[in-house]
């Protein structure tokens, strides 16, 4: 048995058994406990009709959704265009991508971490949420190039793999003629031409300098990275120190149900 079947078999027998329930599948168990969260704040029934379970990763996610079509999968956008979603969508139609960079993109925007300290928080930082925001903010030049060069090369796997790359020419014989080589080997060039490449991320840089920071932090940046190496160190700083999955825990605790989950709750046929 393959390992999203044996996960699904598990699924079934731990949540689901005889009770007709519809399951929510994420990647990792961060984004069970995000998301049973939100629903629990928002539909205090919920788990009536819905269980949320993880499978590990996003392959696995679209595997589970082929194993079972019924339930619904979310996954993270991370470097995905709008071409590979369109993509995977066609071939799992209860696929939802977040409409965000990824679930820690939830835990950096300035805006919506001050909404979530109680007020006893909000009162120990000195300046108060100008001087959050300023602290929080204060390497985003060098995240907006480390988001420029996720977005801009990341893809270039995927489109490696399209034009070929490596299977077009280390398929069993017949194997490509020296004509079809140079054909292969144009291909991938053009891919990865080094100037068409930097320009590019100069190109993307630009526009993420020009950009709200908001707009940044929620669909741009590596959050991931970001949350763990900017944010948790700050709030640690300005707040007092605090074990990493405590405080995350808490912050998706007191930080509002994100009005743009509202397609996930919609898809499962939940209403307020």
């Known amino acids: ?23 929510l599948l994420v990647e990792g168990t961060d984004d069970v406990d995000a998301y049973r969260n939100f629903l629990s704040r928002k539909f205090p029934d919920w788990e009536q009709t819905w269980a949320v379970a993880h499978m590990g990763n996003k392959k696995l996610v679209l595997a589970g959704l082929s194993l079972a079509p019924d339930w619904i999968g979310l996954v993270d956008r991370d470097e995905w265009g709008e ?40 009162a120990k930082v000195v300046g108060g949420e100008a001087a959050f925001r300023d ?56 891919v990865l031409d080094a100037d068409v490449l930097l320009t590019r991320v100069n190109s993307l840089a630009a526009q993420l300098t020009a950009e709200d920071a908001e707009i940044v932090c929620k669909q741009w940046l590596h959050a991931k990275h970001f949350y763990q190496e900017v944010v948790h160190e700050t709030l640690n700083e300005l707040l007092g120190v605090k074990p990493a999955r405590e405080r995350f825990l808490a912050l998706f605790r007191t930080r509002g149900v994100p009005e743009d989950l509202d397609m996930v709750w919609l898809k499962m046929g939940l209403t307020p």
């Open 83 to 122: 071409d590979i979603q369109t993509q995977h969508r066609a071939a799992h139609p209860n696929l939802l991508v977040l409409p965000r960079f990824c679930l820690e993109s939830y835990l950096i925007s300035p805006a919506e971490l001050w909404q979530a300290f109680p007020a006893k928080q909000q």
């Open 1 to 23: 048995m393959s390992k999203a079947s044996v996960r699904i078999d598990q699924i079934q027998s731990e949540l689901v058994g005889q009770t007709g329930k519809r399951v």
């Open 135 to 190: 602290a929080l903010l204060a390497p985003l030049a060098q995240w907006i190039r480390h988001a420029t060069l996720w977005h801009g090369v990341r893809p270039l796997w995927q489109k490696l793999r399209n034009a070929g790359f490596p299977e077009g020419v280390t398929k069993v014989p017949p194997t490509p003629s020296d004509e079809q080589l140079c054909d292969f080997f144009s291909d991938w060039h053009n």
